[in-house]
């Protein structure tokens, strides 16, 4: 019989909260589309319809609506399938747990983060809470902290100058001879190859040290940078 294999993988679900007159948010939504196409692209995305009420013009149409516009949605929280409104609607059975980490900031396509050089990302700014930075093509060098919250994901290494609190993802492109090093471990999740550690499994000696994380025998090793 062949062994089954379950890994785990942890992504960044947005929720959009749609207020009232709902062609105006939609308008203001394609606004922000326009000045960063990708932003969506591929995301999770959770509907909050808890600033609408079940006779909000325009409630009907709102999911087609997000459709029509490449965002998937994975949950709806906040309103009801009973809603006249609603019960056309492919409603997406509820999530349990999460964490809320705030609002985000949506990046201009025009301010991208410029690469230093082929295979790398250098990033002079910390990586906020809410952030997700995504660097498929090779390492990414933050200069700063990763805050609790923020999640980077790399192609290949992942360097960190500053603290590592956030997620870190390394070897995206199948790559298991990536590693993970930071100047303080204290990451909530750090992953190489679809391998991963949660912060309980992190050696607490070395919680707050200079570490490195690297692959050995499918299991995610951390130790001490010296």
Same mark, same amino acid.
């Given at each position: ?22 062609? *105006? ?12 196409? $990708?932003?969506? $692209?591929?995301?999770?995305? =959770?509907?909050?319809?808890? /600033? ?6 325009? /409630? ?8 029509? &516009? ?41 301010? %991208?983060?410029?690469?230093?050089? %082929?295979?790398?990302? =250098? /990033?002079?700014? %910390? ?55 930071? &100047? &303080? ?6 992953? =190489? *190859? ?11 000696? /070395?919680?707050?040290? %200079? ?5 050995? *025998? ?7 940078? *010296?």
């Amino acid at each position: 019989m062949p062994q089954i294999r379950v890994r785990g993988r942890s992504f960044m679900a947005l929720v959009l909260s749609p207020e009232p007159m709902i062609a *105006d948010w939609l308008t203001a939504l394609d606004a922000q589309i326009a000045r960063s196409s $990708a932003f969506f $692209a591929g995301k999770p995305v =959770i509907l909050d319809l808890g /600033l609408l009420a079940a006779d909000d013009e325009g /409630l009907d149409g709102l999911v087609p609506a997000l459709t029509e &516009r490449g965002i998937r949605l994975i949950a709806i929280e906040g309103g009801s399938p009973d809603w006249e409104a609603t019960r056309g609607w492919d409603w997406p059975d509820a999530l349990t747990g999460g964490r809320a980490v705030g609002a985000l900031d949506i990046p201009e396509e025009e301010a %991208p983060a410029p690469p230093a050089a %082929p295979g790398s990302l =250098i /990033l002079d700014e %910390p990586v906020r809470s809410g952030q997700s930075i995504v660097y498929p093509e090779g390492d990414i060098i933050v200069m700063g902290s990763v805050a609790s919250g923020a999640e980077v994901v790399a192609g290949g290494s992942i360097h960190v100058y500053g603290a590592l609190r956030g997620r870190a993802v390394a070897g995206l492109s199948g790559r298991p001879e990536s590693r993970i090093l930071c &100047r &303080r471990m204290e990451a909530e999740l750090i992953a =190489i *190859d679809g391998y991963y550690l949660t912060a309980e499994d992190i050696p607490a000696a /070395l919680t707050g040290q %200079p570490a490195q994380a690297r692959l050995h *025998d499918e299991n995610v090793l951390v130790t001490r940078l *010296d």
